[in-house]
């Protein structure tokens, strides 16, 4: 999956802010500049949520696509639908996002419903280890770069835009070059898309971020209405505050919550939990960052949307319901003898490094810095403090 952020020279300010937030060490400062490590990006949105003057940005495709195809399938995921109180409300959003030029609007609750109950059932027939959901590709991309070993714990559940994508595939497949648009509540669901970050592994076509388009979708409120029906689980998928839950289930959100708890089921500290749903976002999806409105007040609408009517979890085909595909460490490659000796030959550079984690030599930390020395690629002189102290014992001798 290709890093979302790009870097927008003319309006960095060189704080560094962004730097001290990446979780992997993606982000240096080099030749007065900002670099990615597109290897190591996680798409969390930290750097940009650390960073106010819009120097990291991350964008989707646009409207415009739309003219490219014959027939266009909007899909709406349920973070989005959770903004709205009442049917009569949601009936007409998606009124709303089909005037925007799309033939059809799709929500993709059904399907989210199953892959959360699908993980359930495997948890429960798990052995002794702790399962992981992985419908976050936050959550992959974090186990695959710092928890490589928890990588055979995960789920290989498809993504459920994937998992729609292929459906409306095969249902539309006489209807010409059909375009499919997921509109994003969050940055790393913009790569789970051919375009714009050309990965063309995916069945989807587009990404959008619903922040962007929003101005529009409200111009078209209250035009119109389509009759639509959620599916309760899926929307609970998205909102831990509403998942089932259990004394063996684990569900937690926020970053450094996420972090934490996987860094205790590395060493299996947490194997009297079935299954560790992450959520990286606070809130969940629906505290998503490129979503608009207050979280604290959608996770209620759950009840008003579903109680009258609603779908049941789809049935999905076993080759559409997993993924051969999730990401593999490139770390997985190396012998276990390797890896020991690549650690020891960190830590050996890691003591000779002054240990303030200053970022002055545009790494994050002493030990990303102790990395790069050992990969070849930094020297112990490009880290300020060593050199500085360098040269005043060279003048305390003379």
């Known amino acids: 999956m290709s890093s979302v952020v790009t870097y927008t020279l003319s309006r960095c300010v060189k704080c560094m802010k962004c730097v001290k937030a990446c979780p992997s060490g993606a982000l240096t400062m080099e030749n007065s500049r900002i670099s990615i490590r597109h290897d190591r990006c996680l798409n969390c949105g930290r750097c940009l949520t650390a960073c106010h003057n819009q120097g990291l940005l991350a964008k989707g495709s646009t409207l415009d696509d739309i003219k490219c195809y014959d027939y266009t399938v909007a899909m709406i995921p349920s973070a989005l639908i959770h903004d709205c109180s009442s049917l009569g409300e949601a009936g007409e959003l998606f009124y709303a996002i089909k005037m925007l030029g799309f033939d059809e609007v799709v929500d993709i609750t059904a399907i989210e419903g199953q892959l959360m109950q699908e993980a359930q059932l495997l948890a429960e027939s798990s052995p002794e280890t702790s399962l992981i959901s992985s419908v976050c590709p936050v959550i992959n991309r974090l186990i695959e770069t710092n928890y490589p070993m928890l990588l055979n714990s995960v789920v290989p559940l498809n993504y459920p835009s994937e998992v729609a994508a292929k459906q409306i595939r095969r249902r539309t497949k006489d209807k010409g070059n059909v375009g499919i648009f997921n509109f994003c509540e969050c940055e790393a669901k913009l790569a789970l898309a051919k375009y714009p970050y050309g990965n063309k592994q995916y069945e989807v076509d587009h990404s959008l971020a619903i922040v962007d388009i929003f101005p529009k979708i409200k111009q078209n409120m209250h035009q119109g209405s389509i009759p639509v029906e959620f599916c309760r689980e899926g929307l609970q998928s998205c909102n831990p505050a509403m998942m089932l839950q259990k004394p063996e289930y684990l569900t937690a959100d926020g970053f450094d919550k996420v972090n934490n708890i996987l860094g205790l089921a590395e060493f299996q ?49 076993f080759d559409d319901l997993y993924t051969a595909d999730l990401s593999k460490s490139a770390d997985d490659k190396r012998s276990f003898q390797e890896k020991m000796e690549f650690f020891s030959k960190v830590n050996e550079q890691l003591e000779k490094l002054p240990g303030y984690d200053c970022s002055a030599c545009g790494m994050q930390t002493c030990r990303n810095m102790a990395e790069e020395i050992v990969r070849g690629n930094k020297t112990i002189n490009d880290c300020r403090i060593h050199a500085a102290m360098k040269e005043k014992v060279k003048h305390a001798g003379k």
């Open 269 to 317: 500290l947490l194997n009297q939990f079935k299954l560790l749903t992450l959520f990286p976002c606070f809130n969940g999806c629906i505290g998503g960052h490129l979503l608009w409105g207050n979280s604290y007040l959608t996770k209620n609408n759950i009840h008003a949307l579903t109680d009258t009517s609603r779908k049941k979890p789809a049935e999905i085909e």
